[in-house]
């Protein structure tokens, strides 16, 4: 075990000065990141592009880097979706993650082993679902939002087949109430059979850990997984929607 | 001699100048006179309770507590980006107060106010840059910070309030970022901005576009984007309201949000360690 080890430092008297120790690494910190800065500010120049023109689109058009993963998720999702309720979802999910999270270890410290799950999750959404989008949002979205490798050359009059179908058409369904009770009956029962398959597994946490923060815990990622697996029937299989309702589709 | 004014004795200047004991005199009447004593509170030799003083007796430094433990000055453990993050802020709100010395958020001038503040304006390019590469950096230093919390778990009790906060801040931190897009009123600003906005057509209930609008009965000039945009494009009103939104109100908010991020550290026992 490591703790020996750990319990000797701490048994030292810890506490040090904030004057002189940490406002000199502060000001320190704060004078390399200005020159840093000066010098990216006299090297390179902020875009100013010509005048704003209502009547000129661009193609493409994209929204501030930053907000990239989100305009690429469009793609497979419906703007009430990706443009509104994702990032409400984002915020609300990060604002709960303390109370959801309640592995007492690992606070205050590096550690991967101690909370290996937690850590997946957030970098897998940090890591993949935005960082990977902007990185792709910014230089392999061209024209129409049409993939583009390094390579190739940005051809606004690319062509790409739009073979895309609705999931329940893929399974054979042809009627449009029908296919609505179908859609609805694939997305409910994943989350119903993800739910209950985590009630299980964890039922002797239910106790400790609370019936509310698992349900949240649980349902908020399969609404991230959702998110995976959705881009995968598209890309892979060329699904549109899962679910097509008369005032919303999924 | 009393009453009468001495006549400086040149050599003796001389001597003095040359020993130094001139420079150790002026210092001893600067510190010693009524306004020196009046501005600061205390010595500054290297004393322990001036140490404390140095901290407790300065509204900026004030923030932070007197003494901490060791392990909340490694860079390893903070990676010194809450820091950064809020240094970036700093630089924003100098760089943009100057800026706001030759903008005008109106459609007509906007445009030709960035040419003359890049062309005209002494420093004015260098102003810009430092003001939007500052803003972009802030960004990417909050996501690091969120990451380097997370991380740490750095989130747990007795932090909770604080990542909540953080949230906030982060989502502030985009929204600053996002207004300040339109301000240069150029092509990249004006279509970033409406591919952006777009989304708002979306909003259940009450976007134009969103599901079950039909039962509330937005329109496109009445919906959740017009609310934004103050019409149902991006133009002149558009400029204003983000320009309002961009130097006062969410700077106000992000810096009251700022303030009680850093007092709830030190409310929560300071940076998190290892028990
Ligand atoms: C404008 C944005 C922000 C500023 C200026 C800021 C500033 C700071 C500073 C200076 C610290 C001291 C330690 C360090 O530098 O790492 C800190 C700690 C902390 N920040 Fe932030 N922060 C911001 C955003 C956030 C965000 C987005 C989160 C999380 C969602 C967050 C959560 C925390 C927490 C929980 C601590 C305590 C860490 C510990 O005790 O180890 N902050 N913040």
Known sequence: MAAPAKKKVE????????????????????????????????????????????SKTPNPSKAPWYFLGLQDILVYFDPWFAGVIAPVLIIVGLMLIPYLDVN??????YTYTERKAAIWIYSFGFLVLWISLIIMGVFLRGPGWNLFMPWEYWDPHKVVALTNVDLPYAFGFRDYVWSSIFGGAVIIGYFAIGTAAYFVLERKAIKNVGFMRMFLKINLFLIMVGIVIKIVLRLGFNIKYVWVTPWFNI | MAGKPQIPNLAEIWNDIKSGKIISDISKSVTESQVWTSSFRHGYADTPRNRVLQIVSNVWLHLHPVKIHRHALRIKFTWCMGGITFLMFLVTVVTGVVLMFYYRPVGEY??????????????????RNMHRWAAHSMVITVWLHMLRVFLTGSYKPP???NWVIGVFLVTFTLLLSFTGYLLPWDQLAMWAVTVGTNMARGTPFLGHEGPFAEFVGVTSRY???????GG?????PALLRFYVLHCILIPLVAGALMIVHFWRIRKDGGISGPL
């Not at chain 2, 062309?119 to 260098?126: A, E, I, K, N, T």
């Not at chain 2, 919906?223 to 945009?229: E, K, M």
């Open chain 2, 110 to 127: 906007a445009y030709f106010d960035m040419k003359y503040l890049q062309y005209d304006v002494p420093f004015g390019m260098l102003m």
């Open chain 1, 11 to 54: 048994v030292v008297p810890e506490k040090l000065h904030v004057w002189p120790y940490l406002v000199r690494l502060e000001f320190l910190c704060a004078i390399i990141v200005m020159v840093l800065l000066t010098v990216w500010s006299i090297t390179i120049d902020a875009p100013l592009e010509e005048a704003a023109n209502p």
């Open chain 1, 104 to 109: 007492p270890k690992g606070n205050g410290y």
């Open chain 2, 223 to 229: 919906d959740a984007r017009s609310v934004l945009l």
């Open chain 2, 232 to 236: 149902s494009l991006v133009g002149p």
């Open chain 2, 159 to 161: 932090r909770e309030f």
